[in-house]
Structure formats: structure tokens, C-alpha cells
């Protein structure tokens, strides 16, 4: 069964530490791996997706096929970081559909 | 561009009453996904079209759940006879139709059955 499983639903962080959004997922192939985010009264958007390879706002997500994970990482925390983060796969075939995690709020405080 | 927009933002309704909820998607984009998301969840699919073609249905769109791309432009999506297990929050996403395009969301609209 497709699957993505974000065990932690609130992560309490103080400003500057480092933060590990855990995302581990189960799929039949090779997926994609997206990182969503929805920040206080926004809507949901993108934040990274694994093809991409790249560093958004400092955070950085290494697909692990190994292991079947996506983690989501930031060295530094920043208060700003605090909303709440989904995880998110896409079968092999174009235009299918996203399966997401369930999510995890990530609260900064100074 | 103002991104993907749905309408309304809200609609309260009572047990039995169709509801109907309109998404306009980015102008150039041909693909337009429905999902539906409830209180400590993830958001789930719906549907999802390619241009005008309604291409993939998930078993949790019942057979009072319709939508509807007639020119591949907005979306309707159509709860008949509504239930208490249908208030949620609806959202619509849309994307480019050329290979693995990330999606684009709307603000969604919440419903809630009386």
C-alpha cells in the first residue's frame, strides 16, 4: 500500500537549533518526494521536492531509498519556521496524484 | 496571476442539501486536482482531471460526489444529499501538464453540515 508517515505531530524547537521533520514512506517503485508547507492563515504550498536538490529557506531533504525516508532538515531553526510541515509522495507516472503524511506542526520559540 | 482560486471560502449547509464548489485554476495550467482534507489529516484525493478528461477518481468520491472541467478551465465539484462525514475542508490544486510538475493549491473551501 502507498503510505507516508510523519510520526511526530508537534515539534518544539527554540530558535537556533537544529530541526529534523521525520517523513518515511512506502511505495511500490520509484516516487517522488515533496516537502508542502502551510504557514498561518496561507495556503498550502511547496517547499522542496527531491528531484530538485535544493536548499529552500535552509532547509534541505535527502531521499533515503534505503531506508525509505525524506527527512527534513534545517541547521538553524528561525521563528518564522513555525507552521505546520506535510510530507507528500507522487507515484512514477506523471500527473498522479499526491498521497500526504498526516503532517507535523513545528512550533519555534525564542 | 493570483494562483489557483476557490469559491466560496465557506459554506454552511444542512444535513441533505447539495453543495456546489467552484475552482478557477492558474490560467496555464492543464492538469486540476480535487482533494479533501478533515480535522488532524493530511489531504486526501478526490480526483483529478487533464484538461476536460476526468482521469482518476478515488473510492472515496461516493456516487453522491460529482465533478465536473466542461472546457478545461474551472472545476465544480458537486456533494448531493450531504452528510456529517462530509464537512471538511476542499481543496484544489492545479499543475502544468508536461511530466512531474509540483502542485499549485488553493485556499480551499471549509464545509460544514448542520
Known amino acids: 500500500a502507498q503510505r507516508v508517515t510523519q510520526p511526530e505531530k508537534l515539534l518544539s524547537v527554540f530558535k537556533g537549533a537544529p530541526v529534523e521533520l521525520k517523513c518515511n514512506y512506502s511505495y511500490s517503485g520509484s516516487p517522488e518526494l515533496f516537502w508542502y508547507v502551510q504557514y498561518s492563515r496561507q495556503r498550502l504550498q511547496l517547499l522542496l521536492r527531491h528531484i530538485s536538490r535544493e536548499s529552500i529557506k535552509g532547509f534541505t531533504a535527502d531521499l533515503n531509498k534505503g531506508e525509505t525516508s525524506f527527512h527534513l532538515k534545517k541547521p538553524f531553526a528561525q521563528e518564522e519556521d513555525s507552521a505546520m510541515y506535510y510530507c507528500a509522495l507522487s507515484g512514477h507516472q506523471a500527473g498522479t496524484a499526491l498521497i500526504f503524511g498526516k503532517g507535523t506542526t513545528l512550533s519555534v520559540s525564542s | 496571476d493570483t494562483g489557483v482560486s476557490q469559491d466560496p471560502r465557506h459554506k454552511i449547509t444542512k444535513r441533505g442539501q447539495n453543495v456546489t464548489f467552484r475552482c478557477d485554476p492558474i490560467?496555464?495550467?492543464?492538469?486540476l486536482y480535487w482533494y479533501r482534507q478533515t480535522l488532524g489529516q493530511g489531504p486526501e484525493f478526490l480526483t483529478y482531471f487533464q484538461n476536460e478528461a476526468q482521469l482518476e477518481k478515488s473510492r472515496l468520491l461516493s456516487d453522491r460526489f460529482s465533478a465536473e472541467r466542461p472546457k478545461g478551465s474551472f472545476s465544480t465539484l458537486e456533494i448531493q444529499r450531504t452528510e456529517q462525514g462530509d464537512s471538511a475542508m476542499y481543496l484544489c490544486?492545479?499543475?502544468?501538464?508536461?511530466?512531474?510538475?509540483?502542485?499549485?493549491f488553493g485556499d480551499g473551501t471549509r464545509l460544514s453540515i448542520l
Open positions: 490544486a492545479s499543475s502544468l501538464g508536461d511530466g512531474h510538475q509540483p502542485q499549485h
Open positions: 490560467s496555464e495550467h492543464n492538469r
